[in-house]
């Protein structure tokens, strides 16, 4: 079946605009997580929705950094005022997370987001 | 300390060999434990999960857990060539849902 699947695969931005990564999800899966992954880096986590709802955003590194999923299946990452360090590639998983489930996270493909 | 820690590598076997994959991790009280691997400029692949102690084997590859040690490994078996990439280890943490990552190990198969 259809995995996750994010867009743009690519973006280059200058410094100080706006973008937005979208990510959607594999069918069925309510659990839906955005991480970051810099060069030479493992995942680094920031947020994860259950539903429409945002129940842990505890990774987002500052008020800059906005997601939504309002209806409970595609999610945006939203991005203001890109900052050179944003650079990274922004990952996508999704989780079927219902009681007794183990909470396996299948990713996307990424997009990778670079900032002039 | 770092939550969960890994040997970046890289770890060099030939081909046929076994190679060994360590991670170890600060929260003693983490449930979940997931290896991934990822190809150079391609995303995490999930390959194997473990949740209780002991051995776990899926094909060519064996997850090993020890709660007590807060240790978890990753065999590979008779190594391809195309087992090259980086191998991520992850680990839910105690009352959270995301997963935190180590920095992955480089696993260089030569033929």
């Known amino acids: 079946g259809a995995g996750v699947s994010q867009t743009p695969s690519n973006k280059v931005t200058e410094k100080g605009k706006y973008v937005e990564l979208r990510c959607d999800p594999i069918s069925g899966h309510t659990a839906l997580y955005w991480y970051r992954q810099s060069l030479g880096q493992g995942p680094e986590f920031l947020i994860y929705?259950?539903?429409?709802?945002?129940?842990?955003d505890s990774g987002l590194p500052n008020d800059r950094f906005f997601a939504v999923r309002p209806e409970g299946s595609v999610s945006t990452l939203k991005i203001q005022r890109t900052e050179r360090g944003d650079s990274a590639v922004y990952l996508c998983a999704s989780s079927l997370l219902t009681s007794g489930s183990r909470n396996e996270q299948f990713f996307g493909p990424g997009t990778r987001l670079t900032v002039l | 300390q770092k939550e969960v820690e890994q040997n970046s590598g890289p770890l060099s076997v030939p081909e046929g060999a076994i190679a060994s994959l360590n991670c170890t991790y600060s929260?003693?009280?983490?449930?979940?434990f997931f290896w991934y691997r990822q190809y150079s400029g391609k995303s995490p692949e999930l390959i194997m999960s473990?949740?209780?102690?002991g051995d776990k084997e899926d094909g060519r590859f064996t997850a090993q857990l020890n709660k007590a040690s807060q240790y978890v490994s990753l065999l590979i078996r008779d190594s391809q060539p195309s087992d090259s990439a980086t191998y991520l280890c992850a680990v839910r943490l105690t009352g959270f849902q995301k997963l935190v990552f180590g920095t992955g190990t480089r696993l260089l198969v030569s033929p």
């Open positions: 473990i949740y209780s102690n």
């Open positions: 929705f259950q539903g429409t709802g945002a129940a842990d």
């Open positions: 929260d003693r009280g983490s449930q979940s």
